[in-house]
Nanobody
C-alpha cells in the first residue's frame, strides 16, 4: 500500500507559475512510475504528464507540452510538476498517481494503482 499526498496548489494569475509536489510513502518509491492527472469542473479527469522509474523517460499531454515539466527525486520520495505560463484552462484539481512495478509511465488512468487526494489549482485571467 502506498500513500500519496499532493501539495503546492493555489490561486495564480494567467502567465504565472506553480510547482506541485507529491510525496509518497509506504513502498519503495523508485519502483513506481508516476503520473499527474487533472479534473476540471464538469469534465472528466485527464492525463497531464508521466515519468518513469529513473526520471529520464517522460510524456506530456499536448495541451501542456512546453509549459509543464514533470520530475522526480527518488531520494526524497517526491514527484514534482512545474507549471509555467499557466492559462485559465489549466484550472482543475490535480492528482498524482503511482504505478508499481512498471518501469515506464502511462497515459491511462486504469494503469495506476495508487492516487492522492488532489490539490486545487486556479488560474485567473
Amino acid at each position: 500500500q502506498a500513500q500519496l499526498v499532493e501539495s503546492g496548489g493555489g490561486l495564480v494569475q494567467a502567465g504565472g507559475s506553480l510547482r506541485l509536489s507529491c510525496a509518497a510513502s509506504g513502498r519503495p518509491f523508485s519502483s513506481y512510475s508516476l503520473g499527474w492527472f487533472r479534473q476540471a469542473p464538469g469534465k472528466e479527469r485527464e492525463f497531464v504528464a508521466t515519468v518513469g522509474w529513473s526520471g529520464a523517460s517522460t510524456d506530456y499531454a499536448d495541451s501542456v507540452k512546453g509549459r509543464f515539466t514533470i520530475s522526480r527525486d527518488n531520494a526524497k520520495d517526491t514527484v514534482y510538476l512545474q507549471m509555467n505560463n499557466l492559462e485559465p484552462g489549466d484550472t482543475a484539481v490535480y492528482y498524482c498517481a503511482a504505478r508499481p512495478y512498471y518501469q515506464s509511465g502511462s497515459r491511462y488512468q486504469a494503469d495506476y494503482l495508487y492516487w492522492g487526494q488532489g490539490t486545487q489549482v486556479t488560474v485567473s485571467s
